[in-house]
């Protein structure tokens, strides 16, 4: 129980289901350069377990999140890359460390308020990942490095409702946070401007902007505060009065250069797309089937096939063009309804 009105609403569902059901708030790691959120947040899942007349429990896994979260992420920008810190989140976090605890305890589930679904296969221990019912809400882009396994325990109370309907359930139960707005952001520390976020750990270094003949025309804080297709945050020195906005394409963290464009790049350069550390949740995906693959979360979903490796690698291709990609991003599967799983971009 996080403190917010997906969380809150999914305990009080499993109540009203039947459920013995004990909220647990998880305490993560919060820079000290950050406003401190985690009190009032602690406080407002405590005054909702109260309500619910349930069982409340703080589990500390600051360690954890510091180390698989957030210095994972600091690590890939480093190297030039675009992490996804959610997805390491659900994978370590919430089903890690919470999802192992939870378990030692005796626990027959665990459940979270995520907007996905399950679908539990002949085999009680083994689950398919689902979107969830709500488009504009679905989670499942960030889930897809759970095992099938830890789906067959989970349950999504709120995966099957629309958010509308979530906020109407909040007020039915009379939560006492059923007006608190969503959070928005990094999993657990909430809305940040990640260039400033990263400065605190990555020393800025001046660089040139160029266009695509490779000329200079202006310069930037570090290429790797910088991902393909922003258009602020760098100077441009070469202008005129009725110049379009521009768009980076690409950026060179050896030589520490960003190269951008008028036109903003929507389509990949290659139909092919290198994947590694894959998970394949229920099933590998079949060689002669034709896929769905999302490579940012909400993002268009587009026509593939797969071809899986040896070492938890695979080769996504797409059928027809292709949405651009940076190393790092995640690239999500699907097969109409079911997550079928994903893979990191090399």
Known sequence: ???GVDSSVSAALLKEQGYGVVGVFIKVWQPDFMPCTWKEDRRDAMRVAAHLDIPFITLDLEKEYKKEVVDYMIDEYKKGRTPNPDVMCNRHVKFGGFYDWAMKQGADFVATGHYAQTCVEDSLLHAELLKGEDDNKDQSYFLWMVTSEQFSKTLFPVGNIEKPKVRMLAKKFNLPNAEKKDSQGLCFIGSI?????????????????L??????????????????????????TKKTPDDAPYFITKKNTEQNTITVSHEKKNKA???????????WISNPPDVNKTYQARVRYRGELYEVKIETKPNNEADIIFVGEGDIVAPGQSVVVYNSMVCVGGGIVV
Request: charged share 25%; proline share 0%; hydrophobic share 30%.
């Open 211 to 236: 266009d695509e003949q490779g000329e200079v025309i202006g310069h930037h804080e570090g290429s790797i505060f910088y991902t393909i297709g922003e258009r602020h945050g760098f100077i441009i």
């Open 1 to 3: 129980m996080s403190g």
């Open 193 to 209: 401007d990640m260039k400033e976020f990263l400065k605190h750990f990555i020393n800025e270094e001046r660089g040139n902007v």
């Open 269 to 279: 350069e290659s139909t092919n797309i290198a994947l590694k550390n894959t998970n």
